[in-house]
């Protein structure tokens, strides 16, 4: 794709983005929540390219300054600082090319979602729970580091610690846009705290990342959801164990890819307060309908990248945490770091960096 061309797909997306502005304020909008919803979605997608337009365009503006100040000007002075510029703005314009092209590729719609995430322990017996339990320690740290709020919806724990699983919601800012590169099977190898002959083992936790559903998303018969209340176990003193505030949740809900019906059942301890529990029983069940319905759009994505990043597919080992070595590999692009202790503390940003750089030449490759 040429100057040309970008400029060409460019044309007429800045009258777009001020008329998405203008309706953003009309109240008949403002009332459709999911017109409402897609119209703002659209209004950041057009912002966004549109800056790395302008960034664009004012570089290759300046370079042509430059250029005519360099071939024109007497001066040795004012011909070296142009030649400054002119070494500065040729290797950097390729660059905000490409960032322009990859803002003129459609935006998958779930990027910008919250999502709910649920790490299992596999393979592995205790050691897998010990194991889901510092995935899920590793997810928090990084929660914080990129100033994300997450809540603990559900868990069980192991028996000598960690999680046999663990559900929890993370909302934020593009959370699903980066969270979705850790749905797959993670892979450990070490000696389990468990091992008496110091051999190393290796064990596994999946780790599922699900987009969460607007209301208007799906649709649900609350009245025949039923509905099953408890008394919540674990820390929280003795309101916990005394109250019925912990909520279960069944409802059948049948398959539109298949036909059959299939019944869907949630646990919800979160709060001591039941109507609360209700409603994020709710929320997880719109969610896990929201994501068996959309796993057909999900494998035709899959299917046209021919890449194994973010494709959902949650039964692929998808990274190995190596603590002899002290190495992470992530197997979908082969690529390995040794920084394990800084992986585990949270410093999870560069792998994930890695991946959205791999996805964006397989969807630039397609592109062309």
């Given at each position: 794709m040429n100057n040309m061309d970008i400029l060409s797909k460019i044309e007429g997306l800045e009258a777009k983005f001020h008329e998405a502005g203008l309706m953003l304020t009309d109240p008949a909008v403002i009332a459709d929540q999911q017109r409402y919803v897609k119209l703002q979605r659209e209004y950041h997608d057009l912002e966004r390219v549109l800056k790395a337009t302008?960034?664009?365009?004012?570089?290759?503006?300046?370079?042509?300054?430059?250029?005519?100040?360099?071939?024109?000007?007497?001066?040795?002075?004012?011909?070296?600082?142009?030649?400054?510029?002119?070494?500065?703005?040729?290797?950097?314009?390729?660059?905000?090319?490409?960032?322009?092209?990859?803002?003129?590729?459609?935006?998958?719609?779930?990027?910008?979602?919250?999502?709910?995430m649920e790490i299992r322990g596999g393979t592995g017996g205790d050691e897998a729970s010990l194991f889901a339990g510092d995935l899920f320690?590793?997810?928090?740290?990084?929660?914080?580091?990129?100033?994300?709020?997450?809540?603990?919806?559900?868990f069980t724990e192991g028996a000598v610690g960690g999680y046999k699983e663990i559900i929890f919601n993370v909302s934020g800012q593009n959370v699903y846009g980066t969270l979705k590169y850790e749905s797959g099977v993670h892979r450990v190898q070490r000696v389990p705290v468990t091992e008496t002959q110091g051999r190393v083992h290796t064990s596994a936790a999946t780790v599922a990342v699900l987009p969460e559903a607007d209301e208007f998303e799906v649709h649900i018969n609350e009245g025949e959801i039923?509905?099953?209340?408890?008394?919540?176990?674990?820390?929280?003193?003795?309101?916990?164990?005394?109250?019925?505030?912990?909520?279960?949740?069944?409802?059948?809900?049948?398959?539109?890819?298949?036909?059959i019906p299939e019944e869907i059942l949630?646990?919800?301890?979160?709060?001591?307060?039941?109507?609360?529990?209700?409603?994020?029983?709710?929320?997880?069940?719109?969610?896990?309908?929201?994501?068996?319905?959309?796993?057909?759009?999900?494998?035709?994505i899959a299917q046209r990248r021919k890449t194994m990043v973010s494709t959902g597919d949650r039964s692929a080992k998808i990274r190995t945490y190596n603590y002899p070595q002290g190495r992470i590999t992530d197997h979908r692009i082969g690529y390995t770091i040794y920084n394990l202790a800084a992986f585990m503390d949270g410093d999870i940003q560069g792998v994930?960096?890695?991946?959205?750089?791999?996805?964006?030449?397989?969807?630039?490759?397609a592109d062309n």
């Open positions: 302008a960034r664009y365009k004012h570089a290759v503006k300046d370079l042509e300054e430059a250029k005519h100040v360099y071939h024109t000007e007497q001066d040795d002075e004012l011909r070296q600082l142009a030649k400054t510029e002119i070494d500065e703005l040729e290797p950097l314009i390729p660059k905000l090319e490409e960032e322009v092209k990859l803002e003129l590729l459609p935006q998958d719609p779930e990027d910008s979602k919250d999502v709910v320690r590793m997810y928090c740290k990084y929660f914080e580091i990129k100033g994300w709020k997450y809540s603990v919806s559900s039923k509905w099953e209340t408890f008394r919540s176990g674990g820390a929280g003193g003795q309101n916990v164990n005394k109250v019925e505030s912990g909520v279960r949740l069944r409802y059948i809900w049948k398959n539109p890819n298949t036909g949630i646990e919800c301890t979160e709060t001591r307060d039941q109507p609360k529990n209700k409603e994020r029983a709710l929320s997880r069940l719109r969610t896990q309908i929201y994501d068996k319905e959309h796993q057909k759009y999900i494998d035709d994930i960096d890695q991946l959205q750089i791999a996805e964006n030449a397989e969807r630039l490759k």
